[in-house]
């Protein structure tokens, strides 16, 4: 069964610090990983989408990475902000075409950024 | 363009009540998804359209029936409530089916408490 793990659950962290959230996946066939911001109490909006051939994909301050010969993603967030704090949801497509979406969504990081 | 709306945003229920859940987007999208999100839980599918008139069954779709009459709206039926589906619904379009390499863009969810 496809699945993916992040971690941690929960951070928190000062404003002006850097963070690191984990993703491990076990999709297969693997398509693309997504990272999606969510606000509380909004829906979920798309940082990146990375494919088998990205290593790096960076937005703003947020950067993405994947290695997909070792099925783990991370998302790096520099000089955090207090509009940072949101929970961040890692997203990996198998795109097999077996119907539905073709996505595994993972149970999202909440992060807190303290002043 | 508005995106994605639905309505409403929050609604109680009980067992036993029926309620639509409105979606609708602007984007001229062929592809529109439900999901419900339990706390500390990834979102699941529930069902699924890739066109006007076409619809199919998510990960999770019982208990609940959707409709495809036009490209903007793609309203979530539940027949008789049951405390099980209390959770936050968010309806998501996209222009190519989800797992492809396209951004999916989400609503701003419809909390839904069954007593």
């Known amino acids: 069964k496809n699945q993916v793990e992040q971690s941690p659950q929960s951070l928190i962290i000062l404003e002006g610090k850097n963070c690191t959230l984990q993703?491990?996946?076990?999709?297969?066939?693997?398509?693309?990983l997504r990272w999606y911001k969510q606000d509380t109490g909004r829906g979920p909006v798309s940082l990146t989408i990375?494919?088998?051939?990205?290593n790096t994909k960076s937005n703003g301050r947020y950067t993405a990475t994947l290695d997909a010969d070792t099925k783990q993603s991370s998302l790096h967030i520099t000089a955090s902000q207090l509009s940072d704090s949101a929970s961040y949801i890692c997203v990996v497509s198998d795109n097999s075409g077996g119907g539905a979406d073709g996505l595994t969504f993972g149970k999202g990081t909440h992060l807190i950024i303290q002043p | 363009n508005a995106g994605v709306t639905q309505t409403p945003k929050f609604r109680i229920l009980k067992i036993g009540q029926s309620m639509t859940l409105q979606c609708t987007q602007d984007?001229?999208?062929?592809?529109m998804y439900w999901y419900r999100q339990d706390p500390g839980m990834g979102l699941k599918l529930i069902y699924y359209?890739?066109?006007?008139?076409?619809?199919d069954k998510g990960e999770v779709p019982n208990g609940y029936n959707v409709s495809r009459s036009t490209t903007e709206d793609f309203p979530l039926r539940l027949e008789l409530a049951a405390p099980s589906q209390t959770s936050v619904y968010f309806c998501a379009s996209s222009f190519h089916l989800s797992g492809s390499y396209n951004e999916q863009f989400f609503g701003p969810g419809t909390r839904l408490t069954v007593l």
């Open positions: 359209s890739v066109g006007a008139g076409i619809t």
């Open positions: 990375m494919t088998f051939s990205e």
């Open positions: 984007m001229n999208h062929n592809y």
């Open positions: 993703c491990n996946y076990t999709v297969s066939p693997f398509s693309n």
